[in-house]
């Protein structure tokens, strides 16, 4: 932790150089990045795709709705608190994840790149209000 003017500490790797040039600043670094789905989490911790936006990197990996995730990066899902999947999940745009699926009681793989996160809305906040 690095800690800052208020006393509150910023952890070391959220730190990034700004360079303040007269009309303002100049910030560096990787832009955080999702795996472009909305996922959900059950009683059992079983961990579950459940709307893939088109054209993010879910959807360009063939990623589906109703897939259940077993493995983040080889990590058992089920064992990750809500805060761990989001943390396993979440990263520099364009770096990769792989991801263990069931699908129809089938297994599947894929690796996916991560997506610009403003780009990703949950339909229900997309629907137009009457």
Known sequence: ???????????????????????????????????GAVLAQNADRRLFIREVPPGLGADRAGVREGDEVLLIDGRDARQMTPEAVHGALSG??????????????EVVRVRLERSEPGR?????SAKPKP
């Open 1 to 35: 932790m690095i800690p800052s003017r208020a006393g509150v500490g910023l952890p070391a790797r959220a730190l990034c150089w700004a360079v303040a040039i007269g009309l303002g600043s100049v910030a560096c670094g990787p832009s955080r990045g999702t795996i």
């Open 120 to 124: 990703l809305r949950s339909q229900a």
């Open 92 to 105: 520099d745009v364009g770096e990769a994840v792989k991801l263990t699926l069931v699908r129809n009681d």
